[in-house]
T-cell receptor, first 110, second 113 residues
């Protein structure tokens, strides 16, 4: 069945470092792809999404490009901040439901 | 802004108790969802609902039931709580089926002793 695989954490970076969190998916057809973020003590919130191949989603300095040929949707940010410390979930939609990856915990050190 | 609220942030119950987790959304969304979140397992869908009085099983419905008597309210019921149901429970809602953002509540951390 459809699934999402993302890199295991935790990922620890220094402030202003470049961030990549890898995400690949398995799906029939062409799902929409999402990144959700969960800050400490909160529920998930949508960070960005892309609905078709070659689309780029972006928000708050984060970007991800829908790559059909590599079935990937990697999350990137050029310069992370301490406030970016959170758990990041890659996800896809299938049959009106969302399938989430297991999450990647990100720690940013000042 | 969409707001999804959950009745409790923390809850402690004893094995065998019947537990009710309440979720309310204020944006007239059709769809509502209950997930549990566990370390190393991510989010797993328990039940969801597309409309009032409708419910569908998710991936892990065993030991749970749900109720949706009003559009804005979706309740998760643990009929007889067990220690393996200790978890973070997240409620979400979305406007319509398809490519739609889900909006999440803050979660209820349930401990079953």
């Amino acid at each position: 069945g459809d699934s999402v695989t993302q890199m295991e954490g935790p990922v620890t970076l220094s402030e202003e470092a470049f961030l990549t969190i890898n995400c690949t998916y398995t799906a029939t057809g062409y799902p929409s792809l999402f990144w959700y973020v969960q800050y400490p003590g909160e529920g998930l919130q949508l960070l960005l999404k892309a609905t078709k191949a070659d689309d780029k989603g972006s928000n708050k300095g984060f970007e991800a490009t829908y790559r059909k040929e590599t079935t990937s949707f990697h999350l990137e940010k050029g310069s992370v901040q301490v406030s970016d410390s959170a758990v990041y979930f890659c996800a896809l939609n299938r049959d009106d439901k969302i399938i989430f990856g297991k999450g990647t915990r990100l720690h940013i050190l000042p | 802004d969409v707001k999804v609220t959950q009745s409790s942030r923390y809850l402690v119950k004893r094995t065998g108790e019947k537990v009710f987790l309440e979720c309310v959304q204020d944006m007239d969304h059709e769809n509502m969802f209950w997930y549990r979140q566990d370390p190393g397992l991510g989010l797993r869908l328990i039940y969801f609902s597309y409309d009032v009085k409708m419910k569908e099983k998710g991936d892990i419905p065993e030991g749970y039931s749900v109720s949706r008597e009003k559009k804005e309210r979706f309740s998760l019921i643990l009929e007889s709580a067990s220690t393996n149901q200790t978890s973070m429970y997240l409620c979400a809602s979305s406007l319509s089926p398809g490519v739609e953002t889900q909006y999440f509540g803050p979660g209820t951390r349930l401990l079953v002793l």
